[in-house]
């Protein structure tokens, strides 16, 4: 099974055109339409940069990793061409001037971005259902949740439209929908990816980073979008290394630590079982399983969303009615103006972590939750340094349970912030993860989630390449067989 990387390859040498690739994601889009993956599909501007693309390679142009590969973009990563609306009536027409760095990257390797894709709004949820455009649907069972925030980008790559896609996270959006949908996703090191461009949800939280079908992938389109920039004072300086140069290394004798809180109460017996038996498998390719602790686990949730609601509730101010889109009718003055737009514009998640996000940072309650929520996220970090000082990387669940039906995390708001349990605590910490397929439970998948040190990424997707090829031992390239892909010979 072809990666990527090698499709790029045969786009270099003629062998395949970019266009024909663009035009076999454009028609699968428009085949799986119902699934409403995208917000706003890219068609014009992805046939001429594909055009131009085969033209390049016609006159002999050496062309980047990425030569001729349609990519999906969740719609907070801002893009010159066509909307981005954040899933958000208030941004329904907004137009970008310029391109997201991470974009910008992407494009410059080669890659097509051929359309928008759906998401919560303004990246707040876990199931893609706060999206003023309806939710995405999931591919394996279109009665479950697609997985949230970065819905649309996991059914886009999941239903096979495009191999890759980016999303954001920032306290799970891409590992989540990434289980839910049967893919790999990654979330990079804090600072490792420029923010420059992805719209504003928590900033201290906040990282671009990718989805794919399989590890080599996603290692390779987080080379092409890491390293400094200058327009974001947060990205680091930290080199790049190659992530996929110890894809075939193996596992042996790396100490995967396995936290005795995360494999407790409330995690579901499905998921533990096909989560244990993966570590199993990576025992016999020659791991060390350890048990470490993270004693102040237990308090990630409510310290993330004191965290990620105080941050929204001043990033998300900016949307007042007089700059960017939605203004609203019938206003007698400024305040009116602010109100009603704001009213009108923003839906009903995104109102409750606003006036949640301003309660918390209010001067009398500040000291309790804000200051408190701080020194949890300190304690977090410690307990990280501590259970790496036995082992190399940390390992999860993704998700407590398998996902859940369609509209169900809405009748208790309390179990759908728990159903980030596993996936808050390293965006705190500010370290990288991956969530990846373990198995299935019927036609639902069941993720594992692997967290590493900070900026080891090369080493993370090192063990998530042996667990994957654990898994499917009879492909030498560790890909899961699928006939649904782009590029493939029997594209669609
Ligand atoms: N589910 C979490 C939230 O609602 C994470 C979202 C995200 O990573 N953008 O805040």
Redesign the pocket.
């Known amino acids: 099974m072809p990666t990527i990387a090698d499709t790029a390859r045969k786009v270099q040498s003629g062998e395949i055109t970019s266009e024909s690739l663009v035009q076999a994601s454009l028609g699968r889009i428009e085949a799986t339409k119902g699934l409403n993956a995208y917000i706003s599909v890219l068609a014009e501007s992805a046939l001429e940069q594909a055009r131009a693309t085969d033209k390049r390679v016609a006159a002999g142009e050496k062309l980047g990793p990425l030569a001729g590969i349609p990519v999906a973009v969740k719609d907070n990563i801002v893009y010159s061409k066509g909307r981005t609306t954040c899933g958000s009536r208030i941004l329904e027409k907004f137009e970008s001037p310029y391109d997201a760095t991470a974009l910008a990257r992407l494009v410059a390797a080669g890659a097509i971005p051929v359309g928008k894709t759906n998401m ?1 709004e303004f ?4 199931t893609s259902e706060t999206s003023a455009f309806g939710a995405p649907k999931n591919p394996l069972d279109p009665g479950v949740i697609a997985g ?3 819905g649309g980008s996991a059914v886009a790559v999941a239903s096979g439209t495009v191999r890759v896609s980016l999303g ?7 590992r ?1 929908p990434a289980a839910c949908c049967g893919i790999v996703g990654v979330k990079p090191t804090y600072g490792r990816v420029s923010r420059y461009g992805l719209v504003a ?2 900033s201290s ?2 990282q671009i980073g990718a989805f794919s079908e399989n590890v080599a992938d996603s290692a390779l389109l987080l080379n092409a979008i890491s390293g400094w920039d200058a327009q974001d004072s947060t990205s680091s300086q930290a080199v790049v290394p190659d992530f996929t140069a110890s894809l075939n290394k193996g596992v042996q004798g790396k100490v995967i630590g396995m936290p005795k809180e995360c494999f407790g109460a409330g995690l579901q017996p499905e998921v533990r079982a096909h989560v244990l038996a993966a570590l199993d498998k990576l025992e016999k390719a020659g791991a060390v399983i350890r048990e470490v602790s993270l004693p102040s686990f237990e308090f990630a949730v409510p310290a ?2 004191v965290i ?1 609601t105080a941050e929204a509730s001043a990033n998300l101010s900016r949307y007042d009615g007089v700059r960017y889109t939605t203004r609203a009718q019938d206003v007698t003055d400024l305040f009116s103006l602010y109100a009603k737009t704001r009213s009108q514009g923003f839906g009903w ?1 995104v109102k409750k ?1 606003i006036l949640l996000g301003t309660y918390v940072l209010s001067s009398g309650f500040y000291d309790a939750y804000y200051l408190q929520a701080q020194k949890v996220r300190r304690l977090l970090t410690d307990d990280f340094n501590q259970a790496f000082t036995g082992c190399d990387v940390v390992v999860t669940p993704t998700m407590p349970t398998l996902p859940p039906k369609v509209g169900e995390v809405f009748t208790d708001p309390m179990a ?2 728990l ?2 349990i596993y ?2 605590a390293l ?1 705190l910490a500010g370290l990288p993860g991956i969530s990846q397929p373990v198995g299935q439970v019927g036609k639902l998948s069941v993720g594992l989630q692997f967290i590493g040190k900070a900026f080891a990424e090369e080493e993370l997707f090192q063990v998530a390449a042996a667990l994957e090829h654990s898994l499917n031992p009879s492909d030498a390239s560790g890909v899961r067989p699928q006939s649904r892909r782009i590029g493939d010979e029997k594209a669609p």
């Not at 990246?123 to 876990?126: I, K, L």
């Not at 954001?168 to 891409?174: P, V």
């Open positions: 919560d990246a707040m949820g876990a949230g925030s970065s954001s996270d920032t306290g799970g959006s891409i989540q949800y928590a939280l906040d993330y969303y990620a998640e972590r759908m912030y159903g980030d996936t808050v965006n």
